[in-house]
């Protein structure tokens, strides 16, 4: 099964709030797990990313924890800004697919009130 | 150092016309993706390609799509005979190469809106 589901539809926070941001997958041939972020009018930009023989890494206030076990993944935005409120995407790419091929979840609308 | 160059940023057709969205991969990148994402959802594959080869087009619709990237010029995907549904943000991305991971590797572009009226 090719899909990433991608919870909560949206959330709002406050400022300094920790939004968390929740994937899980099925297809265990998954082996590397991009978070993206988008802001309006505007192409996705590679936020951080895993692979599953981690289960957490950290950049800057960024954070993805990983549950291989459970096959879920999530981001955590530490001391959220209004900045931060943009639309988050995690995504999933195939073990040797060979080539950069994407499965994308269905998206985090996340609002950062000052 | 310009990004990815999509072109143009808005495209309205009307039903039945034709849609051509351009793409310039960033200097020195040989391989571009092309992705879909209609309203509320995440973007969905369509075609990766690499000069004058079509690598992996299994997202592609069967009909009324094509994408090609030539020697010279940019990468283009043509949808011929638009329909209401074709209705999306088209993202181009690309890479310097097709292998390992898509961390650091590949960029996308702003995107270009397809409206069909």
């Known amino acids: 099964q090719q899909q990433v589901k991608q919870s909560p539809q949206s959330l709002i926070v406050q400022k300094g709030g920790i939004p968390i941001i929740n994937c899980a997958y099925e297809?265990?041939?998954?082996?590397?797990f991009p978070w993206y972020q988008q802001f309006p009018g505007k192409g996705p930009a590679l936020l951080i990313a895993i692979r599953p023989d981690v289960s957490e890494k950290k950049e800057g206030r960024f954070t993805i924890s990983f549950n291989k076990s459970a096959k879920q993944f999530s981001l955590h935005i530490m001391d959220s800004q209004p900045g931060d409120s943009a639309t988050y995407f995690c995504a999933a790419q195939l073990r040797d697919t060979g080539f950069q091929k994407l499965v994308f979840g269905t998206g985090t609308r996340l609002l950062v009130s000052p | 150092n310009a990004g990815v160059m999509q072109n143009p940023r808005h495209l309205v057709r009307r039903r039945g016309q034709e849609a051509r969205l351009r793409c310039s991969p960033m200097k020195g990148h040989s391989h571009v993706y092309w992705y879909r994402q209609l309203p509320e959802e995440g973007l969905k594959f369509m075609v990766y390609l690499q000069k004058e080869n079509i690598i992996d087009e299994s997202g592609m619709p069967k009909e009324r799509f094509s994408a090609e990237f030539p020697k010279e010029g940019p990468s283009i995907l043509r949808i011929q005979q638009v329909v209401r549904g074709d209705s999306a943000a088209y993202f181009c991305a690309s890479s310097p190469s097709g292998t390992g991971f898509m961390g650091r590797g590949a960029f996308f572009g702003q995107g270009t809106r397809l409206t069909v009226v």
């Open positions: 297809n265990t041939a998954f082996d590397y």
